[in-house]
């Protein structure tokens, strides 16, 4: 399995968090795993992590939809701004439980988002992103 050199994980459940943590550690995904629990914080952790580049700027995200304060769409509106460059080295994944057409439409129009699958995050889940996107 490819090691990445961080993984962002967004979501404003904490257990939820916890537990993809968990198996992002068994796993070997990464060694530096980051958390937001929501679409600001999210922002803030790329500001500081991938501008300029760091070792610990998230090659991959893993973002809910619904989450209080800044939800996944406002974070990927705001993405979109940043410079091309820190877009491009970044996969971002769905990972939620809405899978609305809706919900689906709104992402699919702003193009930054690499694929969506549905809760909770398994090996197998994993497995797949790693090997559709690394």
Known sequence: MPSL???LLVDDDQTTNFLNQRL???LAVTDHILTAQDGQQALDLLARNCQPLTPTCPGLILLDVNMPGMNGIQFLEEYQQLPLAAQKAIVIVMLTTSLHPRDV???EKLQAVSG???KPLTAEKMQNILEKFF
Request: with cysteine; glycine share 0%; hydrophobic share 40%.
């Open 5 to 7: 050199s961080c993984v």
């Open 24 to 26: 992002l550690q068994k």
């Open 105 to 107: 439409q709104r992402v």
């Open 116 to 118: 969506f699958i549905s």
